[in-house]
């Protein structure tokens, strides 16, 4: 048990355009025209019947051109264009609760696979593919770019996403995290050097309505019971927000009430257990869809705030790994029956809505218990099992120390997180600005703020000022970031992907999570890989940064 695992973060931007006559963002799409985005990523919009087209005040667009402009130009790009994606393992209707929903019966947001062409269930066996049609290469494809670091940057519904690659521990996560940041601002940079002024946001919500997820993806064993996983994972998800929330003005989906709030995403949870990610949002995503071997199950988190502070994204992904843990063993502690909550939905908002942390939630055996509580419940049964079978590493001692610190913080002066827990930082200066203003929490002033936030333009980045100012705790270096905004993670599959489009971009056709399509001059080959952590630095050895495309297939199938 520890925060070693395979896992990966996956963030979908705010976008907006930049008005540079009028100073102005313009953020609210107009419905009078419909985009068209064609597979090797030009859009045509095509104009309404007397109307002005609309391109320009349209989301999809923007995101598009922020994602085209950086696959032509971008650092991590191979500058080989957009590589498409590989549709052909998705399986997005597949409920972990053990059946499969109709497809007739699935939302259009929940349809992201192939459902002509399957996937060979095959493991590091090298396929010849039949080349595509004239016709199927002038299909309509979202854009997408499969980079050098492992990592997709893609248009995801109305915004560009950017969805690491996998990595083997906690702290990896963070940093392929924190490389998305960078590429995010590269292809601002892009798009500007294409004339396109547009403006990217790490954050969760509009505060008008609309939400978009960070989300994380751990990688464990499918004999663990799911029922267990909804039981015992509930009440840590509905209480995890005081240690990574990101922090929000205004209270409700819509801001309908004036209050500042500890995570951008709780509002947004309506319902305890469900496959959707865009609607009825639940706190338990029942999607079976592991992009791996038949014995692992993905666990696919949609409720997490988007993090810049490190630590933040340390706590959310390192405590996670080791609940997960736990309830791999099967030894699960006696404790954890007794913070089952009445009413998971509520007790989110409600702990999100009481910044001050005096709220207690009511649980099913008719107690109430505070958000502080019951995460020291999961911290000591997690800290106990770590030190019982000797697996205190010292990445999984870090998550532990400081999952402790922070928790002892709160409950005695909250402000000593600041430089660690991103929602306090928020609310700190937030708070002062409140004061300056006169005291309500109903006003421009900080709404602008709350939103300066989470702009990734470096000269506009609050978080960025605090940085400098030494106000934000960090624990994976600058070089560490722009190595990994170049470079895969040596320590999974994503070192074969990433590595075959830096070396090899032009002949690389398409690309998924568990498999890459390479064209060697004579046939297209696609490389299945079900193994998440094969295909990495220390199997393949050399050969992938030394030898020719033959050479490396060639260990390829040596790893069978």
């Not at 016709?135 to 690491?164: C, K, M, W």
């Not at 209270?251 to 309908?256: D, K, N």
Request: charged share 25%.
């Amino acid at each position: 048990m520890s925060v070693h695992r395979i896992m990966g973060l996956e963030t979908e931007f705010g976008i907006c355009r930049e008005d540079r006559e009028s100073s102005s963002l313009t953020a609210t799409p107009m419905p009078n025209s419909s985009t068209v985005i064609h597979a090797r990523g030009h859009a045509e919009n095509h104009k309404a019947p007397g109307r002005e087209p609309s391109g320009m005040n349209n989301p999809i667009v923007w995101s598009t051109q922020l994602v085209q402009a950086y696959a032509q130009a971008g650092s991590a790009s191979g500058r080989a264009g957009a590589i498409p994606w590989d549709y052909r393992s998705e399986d997005p209707l597949c409920d972990a609760r053990g059946y499969r929903l109709d497809r007739a019966s699935a939302h259009p947001s929940q349809l992201t696979d192939d459902p002509i062409a399957s996937a060979p269930d095959t493991e590091g066996v090298i396929c010849r593919m039949p080349r595509p049609t004239p016709a199927q290469q002038a299909l309509i494809r979202p854009a997408n770019a499969v980079l050098t670091n492992g990592a997709r940057f893609y248009v995801d519904h109305a915004h560009p996403e950017y969805s690491a690659p996998e990595v083997a521990s906690a702290r990896e996560a963070v940093l392929w995290d924190r490389a998305g940041e960078v590429i995010a601002r590269h292809a601002m940079k892009c798009a500007e050097e294409q004339g396109h002024h547009l403006v990217v946001y790490k954050n969760n919500t509009d505060s008008k309505g609309a939400a978009y997820g960070c989300h994380e993806n751990y990688l464990m064993e499918r004999h663990a019971d799911f029922t267990d996983v909804i039981r015992y994972l509930t009440a840590f998800f509905v209480t995890r927000p005081i240690l990574c929330g990101t922090g929000r003005v205004g209270l409700g989906q819509r801001s309908e009430y004036a209050g500042f709030q500890i995570s951008q995403r709780a509002d947004f949870v309506e319902n305890d257990v469900g496959l959707e990610t865009t609607f009825n949002r639940p706190i338990i995503n029942t999607r079976d869809e592991p992009h791996a071997h038949a014995r692992w199950r993905r666990l696919h988190v949609i409720g997490g705030d988007a993090n810049q502070f490190d630590i933040s994204n340390l706590l959310k992904v390192g405590t996670t790994s080791l609940v997960i843990s736990l309830i791999e063993s099967g030894e699960i502690p006696l404790e954890w029956d007794s913070i089952l909550l009445n009413d998971p939905v509520r007790a989110t908002w409600e702990i999100s809505h009481d910044p001050q942390l005096r709220r207690e939630v009511d649980m099913f055996d008719g107690r109430s218990q505070s958000a502080i509580a019951i995460q020291q419940i999961y911290l000591d049964a997690a800290r106990e099992h770590v030190e019982r079978h000797g697996m205190n590493d010292e990445e999984t001692a870090q998550v532990l120390q400081i999952w402790q610190e922070v928790l002892d913080d709160l409950r005695t002066d909250m402000m000593r997180a600041a430089r660690r827990v991103e929602w306090i930082a928020k609310y700190q200066v937030l708070e002062s600005l409140r004061q300056r203003l006169g005291g309500s929490w109903d006003h421009d002033k900080l709404r602008a703020c709350d939103l300066q936030w989470h702009d990734l333009r470096p000269e506009r980045s609050i978080v960025a000022r605090l940085e400098a100012a030494g106000q934000v705790e960090r624990i994976v270096s600058t070089s560490e970031v722009d190595h990994a905004v170049r470079y895969a993670p040596s320590s999974t599959r994503a070192y074969l992907r990433g590595g075959l489009i830096r070396r090899f971009a032009k002949q690389v056709q398409c690309a998924g999570w568990d498999s890459v399509t390479v064209d060697d001059g004579t046939d297209l080959l696609r490389v299945a890989m079900a193994d998440p952590a094969a295909y990495c630095a220390d199997r393949l050895g050399c050969v992938l940064e030394e030898g020719a495309l033959a050479d490396i297939l060639a260990a390829v199938r040596e790893q069978r």
